[in-house]
C-alpha cells in the first residue's frame, strides 16, 4: 500500500551505492522529522505528534538509532520537570511527559492510551512498564483513523505487529494474557490478518508458538490470513504463511487467496506461483457477477489494461 511506503520500506532499508550516503540520508530524515514534530506540536496536532514519535525507529531502520530524537521543545520540557523517581518511574514518567498524557491509563477521545502508542513504537520496557500500572492490554479504539489507515477496534497487538518488527513488543503483550486470537477490527480481523502489511519471521513464530490460528477466517469477510499476504505482503511473506501451514484454500467467501493474488497489481504473478506450489486451487469458480463488488474489482483490470495502464491510476 504505497501511502504507508514511508515506514514499511524506509529508506535505510534501501541499497546505497557508496555506504557513506547513507550518513547524508540520515541527516537529512532527522532534519525533517525534527521540523515536523514542532510543527504537529504548534498545531495542536497532539495525535499526529504521538504517531511519528513512536514511527521513529522504524524510519530510521538501517540508519541507526531513530528514537532518541526528540524536538527541542520536549527535551527543554523534560530538563525543566526535573522528574525525581526510581529509574523505572523516570523512564515511564519521562515517556508520559514526552507524548502529553498525564497519567498511564489516560485515553482521548478515539481510545488511544499511551500503552497504544509504545505498542506502535514496539517498545517492550514502556510497554511491561504501562502494563504494571494497570494499562489496558486489550483497549480497542473508538474510531478509524485515515491518515495511518488504523482501524476502528486495534488494540495494542495490532498496533504492535502492523507498525512494528521488534518481536520483544509482541511477546510482552503475549505474556500479559493477550489472546494470539483476538479480534481486532469490528469485522472480525485478527492479528495473523494484520501481520501481513509489515512482515516479520520472528513475530509469526511467536504468534504460532502462543496459538494463533493460521486459517481463521472468523470475520465478515471469511478470509484467513493467506488471503490478507495474497494482497498485502511480500511474496516471501507470503511463502513464511504458507510454509507454517497456512491454508490456501477458500472459506466461507468462496476466494481463494490465487483470486486475492489475481488482483495484487504489483506482486500478483509471484504470489500466484507461490500459491500454485502450495496447491491453491487454479479453478476454483466464485461469482463474478455486476452486483458482486468483486466484479467490479476484475473489470476495472480488465479496463485498465485495455487502456495500458500497468494497474495504477494517478490519484
Known sequence: MPGLDYFQNPPGLGSFSMESDRGLVRELLEGVVLRQLEKLLDQGKLHHYRMLMSLREALF???GNGRHLEPPSIVA?????AIKSSQADIYVETFLL???FGSPCEKDESGWTPLHYAAVAGDP???????ALQANVSAALLSHDADFLVLAGHTPIALSIRFSRNVAAT?????SGVSANE???LRGVVPLHGWAQIGSREVLDCLVAFRADLNNANNRLGLGPAHYAAFLATTSDVGLLVRARASARSFSSAL???HIASMNFGAGKAHARM???????VDARVDLGSENPLGFLVCARAVLHRLGHDGSLSK
Open 61 to 63: 531502520e538501517g540508519l
Open 77 to 81: 520540557l523534560i530538563e525543566s520537570a
Open 98 to 100: 514526552k507524548y502529553g
Open 125 to 131: 520496557v514502556i510497554m511491561r512498564s504501562l502494563i
Open 171 to 175: 511477546r510482552c503483550l503475549m505474556l
Open 183 to 185: 479480534t481486532v477490527t
Open 256 to 258: 481463494t487467496p490465487l
Open 275 to 281: 500459491l500454485v506450489e502450495a496447491r491453491c486451487a
